[in-house]
């Protein structure tokens, strides 16, 4: 049989926030140390930057993003907030 894979992605204002939910279907549950997301790539010293890129970010732009594993269906979903320091300019 074919796995199912999918990809969602969902974008919302709350409260003055921005956000971006993404949900991606994983068969493993993502790997952490102290509470972090750390890669599962065999080559680590070349992998892990891109959330860790993200949370960098989202300083700058009153931001913060949370995430969670879903056990039984089987889905990692990253939920990013941005503040009002992220909202465009106007022209």
Not at 38 to 58: E, R
């Amino acid at each position: 049989t074919w796995p199912f894979l999918a990809i969602s992605l969902a974008t919302s204002w709350r409260n003055d926030y921005s956000v971006i939910i993404l949900s991606n279907s994983s068969d493993c549950p993502p790997k952490t140390a102290d509470g972090s997301l750390i890669t599962s790539k065999l080559n680590s010293a070349s992998h892990g930057y891109g959330l860790k890129s993200v949370k960098q970010a989202l300083k700058n732009y009153e931001g913060d993003f949370d995430w969670t594993y879903d056990d039984q269906k089987k889905r990692f979903t990253v939920t990013v907030m941005l503040g009002s320091k992220a909202a465009p300019s106007p022209v």
